[in-house]
C-alpha cells in the first residue's frame, strides 16, 4: 500500500513547479528584452516526473508512464513556426546532443548517426505535416 501524501508535502510539490515556471518565464522573458531571444538556443528538461497517488503510488520509484514522461522545452525562434510546435511523442534525452550540434551548424560525430535522431529533424517534419494539412484544407 502506498504511503499517504500529506497535503503540505502536495501544496510544496505544486509550489515549487509553479516557481520553475515563473523563473523559466523571465529567463525567457529577458532573452527577449535582450533582443537576443533570436540567437539563442534554450533547452529546459526536467529528471522523471513524480507520482501523486497515480496507481496509488506516491514518488518517482515505479515506471508508469506518469512518472516516465517529463517536460521538455526547447525554444529557439530562429527556427520559424518550427519553434511554436508542442508535441506529446517521446522524445529521448540522448537525442539532445545531436540536436545542438545540429543548431550550431556542426557535424554530428558519425559514431552517433547510427542510433539518434536530432530533435530539429523531428520537429520539422511535424511541421511539414501540419502546412500540408493546411494547404488541403485551403
Do not use: C
Amino acid at each position: 500500500e502506498a504511503q499517504h501524501m500529506g497535503d503540505d508535502k502536495i501544496r510544496n510539490y505544486f509550489r515549487a513547479l509553479h516557481g520553475m515556471d515563473r523563473q523559466l518565464g523571465r529567463i525567457l522573458n529577458k532573452l527577449d528584452n535582450l533582443g537576443i531571444a533570436d540567437q539563442t538556443l534554450v533547452i529546459f528538461v526536467s529528471d522523471n516526473g513524480y507520482l501523486i497517488n497515480e496507481h496509488g503510488q506516491h514518488g518517482k520509484r515505479v515506471a508508469y508512464e506518469d512518472s516516465v514522461r517529463v517536460p521538455m522545452l526547447i525554444r529557439y525562434p530562429a527556427l520559424g513556426p518550427v519553434a511554436s510546435q508542442r508535441n506529446g511523442d517521446p522524445v529521448p534525452n540522448i537525442d539532445l546532443a545531436p540536436t545542438i550540434y545540429d543548431l550550431a551548424g556542426i557535424a554530428t560525430p558519425l559514431k552517433w548517426s547510427f542510433f539518434m535522431a536530432t530533435i530539429v529533424t523531428i520537429l520539422i517534419s511535424l511541421v511539414k505535416a501540419a502546412l500540408n494539412g493546411f494547404k488541403k484544407q485551403a
